[in-house]
């Protein structure tokens, strides 16, 4: 069965990971989000990127999800001396990643060519695919300001309150070459459990691809954007359990957004763009509400702390859309 999938960050790259491990590469993309991506210390950095290729390749960081696994930091402790800005971490190896990344940028490589040759090299079979290959830049709107993504995630911690997203140059920005074919002959498309608001809706955006009519703006009708949306499953996994996110502000952005953080109200949040939903057993009182969005609910264990944790989530959600097809 064709998935492709939607990803960000480290929920993502957790389930991207299981449904790898089940499924053959010719029958997985995985399409990244790029609004992450910024320039620090001269360098091209594509956090969402790396993160799901390092753990795609069994590279990544345990702890922390992000980064690389056994790595040392000597650069950075060098370059703290040198009064260099210190506080996005940039590992020994991972920082090799931006260093061969940015020189071929600069040679005029497209970001989706470049991610397919070190796909090759740390031996990830399966398909990674940038949403785009110009650049689009998430501004998170706080009530400091607006902060460029890093700034808002990593140097402020999340803590200034948002009060809204945008995504500068999405409107613009070209699906990645790879990424409509993907979602046009998908048999399902599969939104992994990342931040709905800054991991997802930027890939939505730039594929074109509707939000909920509920939440403007709703860009086009299904399957008219530039990405093109197949007419297969859709089914989106709650990055919320029980209210509280596993990692990152998703939860924190709902509340300071004015809406109660939930499984129900992500799938809300997505709307009619899902056939089916996703959620923890922790939130099973919530199945019928969801359902009465017109969508088919699957309740089971969403937590991924194991490798089989990863594996039983995928071969579940895999096993849901079987039936809807
Ligand atoms: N996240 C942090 O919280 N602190 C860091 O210092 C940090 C460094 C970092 C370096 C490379 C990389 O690929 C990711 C890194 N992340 C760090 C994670 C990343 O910024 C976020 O997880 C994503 O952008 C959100 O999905």
Redesign the pocket.
Do not use: A, E, H, K
């Given at each position: 069965m064709r998935i492709t999938a939607l990803a960000?960050?480290?929920g993502g790259a957790k389930l991207a990971h299981g449904l790898a491990q089940i499924l053959p590469p010719e029958d997985l993309t995985i399409i990244v989000n790029t609004g992450?991506d910024f320039e620090h210390l001269g360098l091209y950095?594509c956090?969402?990127l790396?993160?799901v290729c390092y753990t795609l390749a069994g590279l990544a960081n345990p702890q922390t999800g992000?980064?690389r696994a056994n790595e040392t930091w000597n650069a950075m402790a060098n370059l703290k001396r040198l009064g260099a800005p210190d506080w996005?971490?940039?590992g020994d190896s991972?920082l090799a990643t931006h260093i061969e990344r940015t020189r071929r940028l600069k040679e005029g490589q497209t970001l989706s060519q470049i991610t397919r040759d070190f796909c090759k090299a740390w031996g990830v079979k399966h398909t990674v695919l940038p949403m785009s290959d110009q650049p689009v830049r998430t501004i998170v709107e706080t009530e400091e300001g607006d902060l460029p993504f890093?700034e808002y995630?990593?140097h402020r911690k999340c803590e200034p309150r948002v009060k809204g997203f945008r995504f500068e140059g999405a409107d613009v920005a070209e699906p990645a070459p790879g990424t409509r074919e993907a979602l046009q002959s998908a048999e399902a498309v599969v939104i992994c459990p990342s931040n709905p608001w800054v991991?997802i809706d930027p890939i939505l955006r730039v594929l074109s691809l509707t939000l909920s009519p509920l939440r403007p703006p709703s860009p086009l009708p299904l399957g008219e954007g530039k990405g093109g949306w197949g007419e297969g499953v859709r089914v989106a996994v709650s990055p919320i359990i029980g209210g509280q996110t596993v990692k990152g502000p998703a939860a924190k952005m709902f509340s300071e957004l004015g809406i109660e953080p939930s499984a129900l109200a992500v799938a809300k949040h997505y709307g009619a763009l899902l056939t089916g939903f996703v959620m923890d057993e922790t939130d099973a009182q919530l199945r019928e509400e969801v359902r009465g969005l017109n969508m088919r609910v699957l309740v089971t264990n969403t937590l991924m702390q194991s490798l089989d944790d990863r594996m039983q989530l995928a071969s579940e959600v895999v096993n849901f859309i079987r039936e809807a097809i």
């Open positions: 960000g960050g480290v992450d950095i956090p969402d790396d993160t992000w980064g996005f971490n940039l991972d890093q995630f990593v991991s």
